[in-house]
């Protein structure tokens, strides 16, 4: 089965404390992107990766870093400098960065700091 | 930059009627508008989408138009059933390599039994 993953579904966290959001995909594509997810908000940008070792900054980066070391693998650190963390937290993929307009989601992961 | 508005923010129709849904964006080199269904707990996928060089498309009960001149796009989704259910982004994007897409606020349409 292609797609994306990421992990987990939900995630608890105390205040002050680092987390990693896993994103993992098989589709074979170059781009990846991580938004954030709040009632009435719609998605907004993180951060994108339009290919490996390569990373841009989003709408909405501050409190956020990422890695891209592998082409499947793309995953976001929520630091504790993040003032409100509690969201849902979606990653997804494009064939590139071209095709940046078609992209798959994955399932998400809702993240709750306390 | 782009801004995409998205109207309603809810919309509750009786099963097996239709339902409408709205959006303008802003800039006019925008040529690409996908639309995005999201279930509950689940990420949006990409349902249907228009480029700017067609007025209308159609894929079964669902149809997206597009006034390039107003710089308006909608979604219409007839014989609604209830696995209609759902949030809908749409968006707006250029086909440039350095261009991001951008989401409208969604659209949580309720279809009532």
């Known amino acids: 089965d292609g797609g994306i993953t990421q992990s987990p579904k939900y995630l608890f966290r105390k205040e002050g404390q680092n987390v990693t959001l896993s994103c993992e995909q098989n589709?074979?594509?170059?781009?990846m992107y991580w938004y954030r997810q709040d009632p009435g908000q719609g998605l907004r940008l993180i951060y994108y990766?339009?290919?490996?070792?390569?990373?841009q900054k989003g709408d909405i980066a501050e409190g956020y870093s990422v890695s891209r070391e592998k082409k499947e693998s793309f995953p976001l650190t929520v630091t504790s400098a993040q003032k409100n963390p509690t969201a849902f937290y979606l990653c997804a993929s494009s064939k590139d960065s071209f095709r940046h307009y078609e992209q798959y989601f994955g399932p998400g992961t809702r993240l709750t700091v306390t | 930059g782009e801004n995409v508005e998205q109207h309603p923010s809810t919309l509750s129709v009786q099963e097996g009627d239709s339902a409408v849904i709205k959006c303008t964006y802003s800039?006019?080199?925008?040529?690409?508008f996908p639309w995005y269904k999201q279930e509950l707990g689940k990420g949006p996928q990409l349902i249907i989408d228009i480029r700017s060089n067609v007025g209308e498309k159609k894929d079964q009960r669902i149809a997206v138009t597009l006034n390039k001149t107003a710089k308006h796009f909608s979604l219409h989704i007839t014989e609604t059933q209830p696995e209609d259910s759902a949030v809908y982004f749409c968006?707006?994007?250029?086909?440039?390599?350095?261009?991001?897409?951008?989401f409208g606020k969604g659209t949580r349409l309720h279809i009532l039994p």
């Open positions: 990766s339009q290919i490996v070792n390569d990373f």
């Open positions: 589709l074979n594509h170059d781009a």
């Open positions: 800039d006019s080199a925008s040529n690409y």
């Open positions: 968006a707006a994007s250029k086909r440039n390599r350095d261009d991001k897409i951008i």
